[in-house]
């Protein structure tokens, strides 16, 4: 099994109405790369009004991020998306697995809080990309995201952490 990525991958999908269902308005991707095949570093994912967005200081590592990866998330499957625009910013990334998220970068800021229960997760085959995942995952109680410094309006916010995330080549026998 090839490892191809490990790191930390903090998400918040917010939502037109209450609960799971109705319309995504935003989601955002926070990633803090210890190691990859393509190189370390951070990077925020934001798809919004019909647009990926990817906030990085390294761009080859950020798309790879959102082609690879983000595009496949259930959560913004059956969204729109084109081409991610690429801005070139330093991320501020700051993760307590016990508390939340903080991370900001360029006109971007994105607050994850009320750190739940952790749990070991691990997908075989993930959906879309068919690459192995394991993570630590810990539910979050809501979230908040910036653009341009104005909240992004929603009536509901789904908030997770991931932390100790691998993502590796499927084993095939």
């Given at each position: 099994m090839t490892v191809l990525l490990f790191g930390a991958n903090p998400g918040?999908?917010?939502?037109?109405?209450?609960?799971?269902?109705?319309?995504?308005?935003?989601?955002?991707?926070?990633?803090?790369?210890?190691?990859s095949v393509r190189g370390a570093g951070t990077a925020l994912v934001v798809w919004h009004d019909g647009r990926p967005r990817v906030l990085t200081e390294a761009p080859?590592?950020?798309?790879w991020l959102a082609e690879a990866f983000v595009r496949h998330f259930p959560e913004v499957a059956g969204l729109p998306w084109?081409?991610?625009?690429?801005?070139?910013?330093?991320?501020?990334?700051?993760?307590?697995?016990?508390?939340?998220?903080?991370?900001?970068?360029?006109?971007?800021?994105?607050?994850?809080?009320?750190?739940?229960?952790?749990?070991?997760i691990g997908v075989p085959a993930f959906p879309g990309?068919?690459?192995?995942?394991?993570?630590v995952y810990i539910p979050c109680e809501t979230g908040r995201l910036r653009l341009g410094g104005t909240e992004v309006a929603a009536a509901s916010a789904n908030a997770f952490l991931a932390d100790a995330e691998v993502w590796s080549e499927p084993v095939t026998d």
């Open positions: 918040l999908t917010l939502r037109d109405t209450l609960g799971d269902g109705g319309r995504t308005v935003a989601f955002a991707s926070a990633w803090r790369v210890d190691w080859e590592l950020g798309r084109p081409e991610p625009a690429v801005t070139v910013a330093p991320v501020r990334l700051e993760l307590d697995p016990a508390a939340g998220l903080r991370a900001a970068a360029g006109d971007v800021e994105l607050e994850i809080t009320g750190a739940g229960r952790p749990r070991a990309n068919g690459l192995r995942l394991s993570n």
